[in-house]
Each structure stands twice: as structure tokens, then as C-alpha cells.
T-cell receptor, first 111, second 115 residues
């Protein structure tokens, strides 16, 4: 099925550990995004990439880094995980006209 | 800066009753507007979108929404709720001229459907 693929689906980290969340889309979309979802707060933008080769900070970028590896792939890295980063992370992509296609999410717990 | 407000974090209706989920936006220029649905443990799925064509937009699963510029609203409705409609619903907005197509989401409304 065409769409956005995120890995892993679940992850438990210890405080201070690092990890990279992977995201790939096969719809030839220019723009890609990373959001986090927390109860009662909706989705908050962490980083986005308007096109291949560019990345920009969103609303809550602290503690994260991203890489737009190519047009298909956009990864999110936590260098030193903190309990406050326990959340569900969603990758999305969009083409012309707006409207996102979302991945199924990564549920991250930092203990 | 644009923002979107969803009134009511939880809405409960009986099966067969009207569903009304409220969304108001704040933007100097009428934006593009979207409704997404999220079923448990899944990602968000596009229900419908308004991009300045007809103000009454029909989406999937019998949902529709009406853009009202004078009220800065984009409320989501469905005439008759079904048990399978139980989910969380998100309203989102993006400026018309936005190179990054970034969406700003409301806080979400959890819809519960009683038998």
C-alpha cells in the first residue's frame, strides 16, 4: 500500500539513550513533517522539511534533530532522551494542495 | 499567526443522533481547513478538506462540514451517528500560500457513541 511508513512502532528508552525514528513515503511528496501527540494537546509540530535538502524547526524542536536523507526519507533523532519526550510520534507528508498522509505512529516511552 | 479551537474535548451522542463537532479558526485570510479522524492506536486519516471551492464539503463516512467565513467556523456534522464513528477528531488549518503546507491542529474532540 502506498503511504507513509514509520519504524519502529514501539520503543522503550532509558533516560539519556539515543535513538532515530525512521520515516519513508512513496507518494513523491515534497514536504514531510514530524509531530508529537500528547493527551489533550493535539499534535504539535517538531520539525518539517518543505522540500528535499531543507529542514526547519516547528513549535517544539528542543531535544530533537532531523535529517532529510532524500525525497523519500525524513528521520527524527533523539540524542539524549528525557522522560518529557514520552509521546506518540507521527510522521506525515504532503504534496500540492495541502492535506497530509500520516504514518501509523511510534509510541515512545522514556523511563 | 493562525490557530484553531475545537470546542469540547469530549462529545457523547446516542447512536442515530446528529453529530456536531465544532471548530473555529483564527486567521487574517481565509485558510484551507481540514478534518482528520484518528481511531485508537492508528494514525490520522483525512475526512474532508476545504480549499476555497464549495463552502459545503462532503467527506468520507457520511461526514460533511460547512465553511462559514462570517463565523470563522468549520463545524463537522453527520446526520446519524454510528458506533463505528467513535474516534478522536481533529480540525486543522493551513494558510493558503504556505510553501511548507504546515498544518496547525486543534486539541481534538473525542466522540463517544452510546448504543
Amino acid at each position: 500500500n502506498a503511504g507513509v511508513t514509520q519504524t519502529p512502532k514501539f520503543q522503550v528508552l532509558k533516560t539519556g539513550q539515543s535513538m532515530t525514528l525512521q520515516c519513508a513515503q512513496d507518494m513523491n511528496h515534497n514536504s514531510m513533517y514530524w509531530y508529537r501527540q500528547d493527551p489533550g494537546m493535539g499534535l504539535r509540530l517538531i520539525y518539517y522539511s518543505a522540500s528535499e535538502g531543507t529542514t526547519d524547526k516547528g513549535e517544539v524542536p528542543n531535544g530533537y534533530n532531523v535529517s532529510r536523507l532524500n525525497k523519500r526519507e525524513f528521520s527524527l533523532r533523539l540524542e539524549s532522551a528525557a522522560p518529557s519526550q514520552t509521546s506518540v510520534y507521527f510522521c506525515a507528508s504532503s504534496g500540492a494542495g495541502g492535506g497530509y498522509t500520516f504514518g501509523s505512529g511510534t509510541r515512545l516511552t522514556v523511563v | 499567526a493562525q490557530s484553531v479551537t475545537q470546542l469540547g474535548s469530549h462529545v457523547s451522542v446516542s447512536e442515530g443522533a446528529l453529530v456536531l463537532l465544532r471548530c473555529n479558526y483564527s486567521s487574517s485570510v481565509p485558510p484551507y481547513l481540514f478534518w482528520y479522524v484518528q481511531y485508537p492506536n492508528q494514525g490520522l486519516q483525512l475526512l474532508l478538506k476545504y480549499t476555497s471551492a464549495a463552502t459545503l464539503v462532503k467527506g468520507i463516512n457520511g461526514f460533511e462540514a460547512e465553511f462559514k467565513k462570517s463565523e470563522t467556523s468549520f463545524h463537522l456534522t453527520k446526520p446519524s451517528a454510528h458506533m463505528s464513528d467513535a474516534a478522536e477528531y481533529f480540525c486543522a488549518v493551513t494558510p493558503r500560500y504556505n510553501a511548507g503546507n504546515m498544518l496547525t491542529f486543534g486539541g481534538g474532540t473525542r466522540l463517544m457513541v452510546k448504543p
